[in-house]
């Protein structure tokens, strides 16, 4: 037998129960707008072009264009559309650009936890430093938000052994960590069960335009492709799914990006009484109201 995690079983698609979103819909869709902040000089980070010696100057400044333009240029796209958003929130981004968390919080936009800063990856840490890590950060948007993040993305998707431990320990609902599903899933931990919501590692601009370089029409198409299959799938199986998309504001909030996904998201909006545009946390009230069972 080959090593396995033993956090959920395998059930085959088809044998999936038939369940619906509110309103009877079978397609939910929401959006995950990770607000980054990364340390100058030193640790992890995205980069637009190869980096250079500390302090690499031009891919910081590049991330630092998120927090400063292009994520209140997204701000105005969704409330020109009328779309809710989960915020992956680093917590240090209190600390750095705090009026535009409020800006999402008088939106209200759900906050989800996403580490202290993507300068870090918590599955290097031993297991003391990484319940530490987790704490910090939810301190944070408890103190800020005045409720505590009931979901959780690590940051670079970086996970140890005991994260989803932790991750219930301290009082976690939900996880974003694995794309194994086009549903939500049931994970067991030490501590209790986190539903494992399905966040995007394919319809999501880092592995698109980062990794593949894949441009701004095409990254706004396969976004459409995605809904219209998806679409066309529940209509004929009857398998409920959940749709998301992940947004980096440094990168979908350059402006000839923004146009294209303005397009896409457009197209979404418009369909909004056949599907169920929804946060993260509003699949999990809704997974948590369903019969046992129901989910995998």
């Known amino acids: 037998m080959l090593p396995s995690h033993g956090r959920y079983r395998y059930h085959p698609w088809p044998e999936r129960p038939r369940y619906a979103w509110p309103g009877g819909a079978k397609l939910a869709v929401y959006l995950g707008v990770n607000l980054e902040h990364f340390a100058f000089g030193e640790g992890l980070g995205a980069e637009l072009a190869p980096g250079g010696p500390q302090p690499d100057v031009l891919n910081h400044a590049w991330r630092d264009y998120g927090n400063r333009v292009g994520a209140w240029r997204l701000i105005e796209l969704l409330d020109a559309l009328g779309l809710p958003a989960t915020v992956l929130l680093n917590s240090a981004m209190y600390d750095h650009a705090p009026q535009l968390v409020a800006a999402h919080r008088a939106r209200g936009d759900e906050i989800a936890g996403h580490g202290r800063t993507n300068s870090e990856r918590q599955s290097v840490l031993d297991e003391g430093p990484e319940r530490a890590l987790i704490a910090e950060s939810t ?113 979908i909030g350059q402006p000839y990006r923004l146009r294209a996904l303005r397009g896409a998201l457009s197209a979404i909006a418009a ?6 545009i929804t946060t993260a946390g509003g699949v999990l009230d809704h997974v948590l109201g369903l019969p046992e069972g129901s989910v995998p």
């Open 139 to 251: 301190a944070a948007i408890l103190r800020h938000e005045g409720v505590a993040p009931r979901g959780w993305l690590s940051p670079w998707i970086a996970e140890s052994r005991a994260t989803p431990e932790l991750l219930a320990e301290a009082g976690y609902r939900y996880t974003l960590n694995w794309c194994a599903d086009d549903q939500p899933i049931w994970m067991e931990t030490g501590g209790g069960r986190l539903l494992a919501i399905p966040y995007p590692q394919e319809v999501n601009d880092i592995p698109a335009v980062v990794a593949r370089k894949d441009g701004a029409e095409q990254f706004a198409a396969m976004i459409g492709a995605d809904f219209a299959e998806r679409l066309e799938q529940v209509a004929r199986d009857g398998i409920p799914q959940v749709m998301g998309i992940a947004l980096h504001p440094y990168i």
């Open 271 to 276: 369909r909004r009484d056949e599907v169920w």
